[in-house]
């Protein structure tokens, strides 16, 4: 397993640690494990890593430990390749440093009128989140000084040279001071990445996160393309086509946890979180309830799972991929013990396909991807498994006391398909999982929010 640790073992400010608990960050990631403690010493880095890793934080958590907040000039500078990435970078840092830094980082990106650019540069930011080609602009306008950049992190340096933007990146760091410190975050390693390194860095420190040999379970895997704003609708969609007993469902933050236990309580599921953030006791208490069978679905973050000893896991659903590979092993390796046959159920957000790919590569697992369930495809399920519990109730027998029931009602007049139509009905109705109104909910709700009157999954 990676090497990850908490990030109160990492040094940092309670302003950071707040801002990050707000995030919902269980623990550091691999990369962050890593990386955070090297360049808070002042060291530079390489850093081999994808989009996905959490390596917006292994460097942005530093630079915003680093920079003086009582300067107001830029001292921390970050290049990215596109415009996107930039605003996304920007945005991370800033919730990051919320508690710590009170002017924002400023992304800079063709496109944007240079004026507005120029005008939000006088409030003073500390940390400059830019694309190469627009910040050269300012730069020859003598709109920007890097004199006292401190920290320059080059952010996917690899797509930055294809993109054609060498030579705006050595001209930026000509100008930046030579003590300064340089990051270099890249997926490869191609050559001219290297001459960049040696050219600008000084003894880099290279992180590569490797990976330890690992065994994939023999467990069925498969995927599902899904926007995220869908995946509870998927997810639910999946339980009642499947109908299993007991699943647990990852989550990679405990504020997605709690979303997400609280949507599922919403549309009529019995379900429990579980993560880091809770005392043992109340772990227990939910640990408790998941093996005696009071709730179907566990929510769970991947420090929480990881005391679980809980045998008969019929689904694992991983419904965000995880930031690395051995997590999600980990993850699925908690389905199909015991020679039973177990599921894993990715469900697949745009920009996790990147991340999921890895998965794929690392696992080297046949992971089918499957298509989206439709309502229809999902109401014919049910009704054949409806209507084949009604074949064996017939040949059961044992029906003699019902038929006197009927009878009563067929010399009422009403006709035999009547009769069963009104009959499926009542039943069908009673044994989906209904949504209850927000007042009922809260009335129902126990004192660690658990709704304490759930309905379970059809049993039938
Ligand atoms: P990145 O690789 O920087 O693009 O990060 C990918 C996503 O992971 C972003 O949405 C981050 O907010 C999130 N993230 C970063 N670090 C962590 C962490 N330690 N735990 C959970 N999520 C994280």
Redesign the pocket.
């Known amino acids: 397993m990676l090497k990850k640790l908490k990030?109160e073992e990492l040094g940092l400010s309670k302003e950071v640690l707040r801002a990050?608990a707000d995030?919902?960050?269980?623990?550091?990631?691999p990369i962050?494990s890593e990386a955070i403690p090297v360049v808070m010493t002042g060291r530079d880095i390489i850093g081999q890593?994808?989009?996905?890793?959490?390596?917006?934080?292994?460097f942005g958590i530093p630079l915003i430990e680093k920079v003086d907040t009582k300067q107001r000039i830029p001292q921390a500078l970050v290049l990215c390749p596109t415009r996107e990435l930039a605003i996304?970078?920007a945005g991370?840092i800033n919730?990051l440093s919320k508690y710590r830094l009170q002017i924002p980082a400023l992304p800079i990106y063709g496109g944007q009128p240079i004026e507005r650019q120029i005008h939000a540069l006088r409030r003073g930011a500390k940390i400059i989140v830019a694309t190469p080609g627009r910040l050269c602009d300012h730069l020859e306008r003598n709109t920007i000084s890097l004199k006292a950049v401190k920290m320059v992190v080059l952010d996917e340096a690899d797509e930055m040279l294809d993109m054609g933007f060498r030579d705006d990146i050595e001209a930026i760091l000509k100008q930046t001071p030579s003590t300064r410190q340089t990051l270099l975050f890249s997926a490869t390693m191609p050559a001219p990445i290297l001459h960049i390194a040696r050219t600008y860095q000084k003894d880099p420190h290279i992180i590569r996160v490797a990976h330890e040999k690992v065994t994939v379970p023999a467990i069925e895997q498969v995927y599902y393309e899904i926007e995220s704003s869908r995946k509870a609708d998927l997810l639910t969609r999946i339980i009642d086509i499947n109908n299993p007993k007991r699943v647990i469902v990852f989550c990679?933050?405990k504020r997605r946890v709690d979303d997400l236990v609280h949507d599922l309580h919403g549309r009529g599921y019995s379900a429990d979180g579980i993560h880091g953030d809770m005392t043992q006791q109340k772990r227990n208490r939910v640990m408790d309830r998941f093996r005696k069978g009071t709730t179907d679905i566990l929510v769970a973050t991947d420090v929480a799972a990881r005391g679980i000893d809980v045998s008969d896991i019929d689904i694992v659903f991983n419904y965000e991929i995880p930031?690395d590979e051995e997590s999600y092993v980990h993850r699925i390796g908690r389905t199909g013990r015991a020679g039973k046959a177990g599921k894993a159920f990715s469900l697949v957000s745009g920009h996790e396909m990147y991340r999921f790919r890895a998965v794929m590569r690392y696992t080297r697992a046949n992971i089918t991807k499957l298509p989206v369930p439709s309502f229809k495809e999902i109401e014919e399920v049910k009704t054949n498994k409806m209507l084949n519990t009604v074949r064996s109730a017939i040949q059961e027998k044992n029906l003699e006391n019902y038929a006197q029931m009927i009878e009563c009602l067929l010399r009422e007049e009403f006709t035999s398909l009547d009769i069963a139509a009104a009959l499926l009905k009542l039943y069908l109705h009673k044994s989906q999982p209904q949504p209850k109104p927000q007042q009922e909910r809260a009335e129902h709700s126990s004192r660690d929010g658990a709704p304490r009157r759930q309905r379970h999954f059809n049993r039938r």
């Open positions: 990030f990050i995030l919902g960050f269980e623990e550091a990631s962050q890593a994808m989009t996905g890793s959490g390596k917006t934080a292994a996304q970078v991370e919730k990679n933050t930031q």
